[in-house]
């Protein structure tokens, strides 16, 4: 089991990822593209996004 991640100055973006899932959950479709150069933290905020979610079922990626 991983350890909650915290992310710092990525608010903005997690609030996006975040109101993507929610429309997911209510059965709307959607898709993702987290573009940035490595080492810049898109698996971390990714993660987060999904480890705030994961208690109302799978979320694959």
């Not at 593209?33 to 987060?48: E, K, N, S």
């Amino acid at each position: 089991m991983r350890s909650p991640l915290r992310l710092y100055g990525r608010d903005d973006e997690l609030a996006a990822l975040e109101g993507l899932l929610a429309r997911l959950w209510r059965g709307d479709g959607g898709a993702l593209v987290l573009v940035a150069p490595p080492g810049l933290g898109r698996t971390a905020l990714l993660r987060a996004a999904v480890d705030a979610h994961r208690d109302r079922g799978p979320v694959l990626y």
